[in-house]
């Protein structure tokens, strides 16, 4: 977890030239690192877990989306062994990728609520049902959550799914709030973001399913003690200006 807080672009190299230079006194029976990355796996259940218990409260606010996790060039596809089982091959808003997709919901003050993982080929609306679980209110995503049933399914557990348009579809009436907030999905784009530049969460470097698995929960973690999170003002001093020009 403190790798991907520390600025470091390896984990190897974090752990020879940090971990293994400066810690030896805290930990006078480190790990050689070829053993270190060989355990790992064994705490993929413990670290899930922990991030479940790192997770924020819903305040009725939610953002949704998806994000691809490539985990090699598409051009090395046909080569590619490591995930051959496991990974797909998806569309995002940049182009085709292979590998999988990080599902996450945040409230306003950016901290993830529920998360999943998937392959790279699953409809962004399948695990939704799953995420939302402990959740209620109003729940805001792009135009790939668009679907009559899953409204309806949503509204049965009191969640109102509310998402932008297609450039096909008849312009709906919005409230005004809700029009300011689905404004604001960009926050979970930030997220998203820094967890990909920050976090070292996505790169092509991993030989094994569980440690790349690892990876993922352990960047999630570092993000959710993070000091300055993306946040929304939603006080009603500063929403009042935007409310009145929306």
């Known amino acids: 977890m403190y790798y991907h807080q520390s600025g470091f672009r390896t984990f190897k190299w974090f752990y020879q030239k940090h971990v293994q230079r400066y810690w030896q006194s805290e930990f006078p029976k480190l790990l ?33 989306d998806s994000t691809p996790l490539c985990v090699c060039k598409n051009i090395r596809i046909p080569r590619h062994k490591t995930f051959a089982n496991e990974a797909g091959r998806g569309k995002s808003s940049t182009g ?4 999988f997709k ?11 609520l529920s998360f999943c993982i998937t392959a790279g080929n699953v409809d962004d609306r399948k695990p939704v049902p799953n995420l939302v679980k402990s959740l209620t209110g109003k729940l805001f995503g792009d135009r790939g959550y668009i679907s009559k049933p899953l409204a309806q399914l949503l509204a049965a557990q009191d969640i109102t799914l509310i ?26 784009e930030t997220i998203n973001d820094q967890l990909k530049n920050i976090g070292d969460l996505e790169h092509s470097r991993h030989r094994s399913l569980t440690n790349y698995m690892s990876n993922i929960i352990a960047s999630l973690v570092a993000y959710s003690y993070q000091d300055k999170k993306p946040a929304l003002q939603l006080r009603e001093a500063d929403l009042l200006p935007l409310l009145q020009n929306a």
């Open 96 to 99: 085709w990728f292979y590998g």
């Open 32 to 64: 050689i690192y070829k053993r270190f990355i060989e355990v790992i796996p064994e705490v993929l259940g413990a670290l899930t877990a922990f991030m479940n218990s790192r997770r924020g409260v819903s305040a009725g606010i939610a953002f949704i």
């Open 102 to 112: 990080l599902h996450l919901i945040v409230n306003d003050q950016g901290e993830i």
């Open 163 to 188: 998402t932008t348009l297609k450039n096909n579809m008849k312009a709906q009436a919005i409230d005004a709030f809700d029009k300011l907030l689905l404004r604001k999905r960009s926050l979970i």
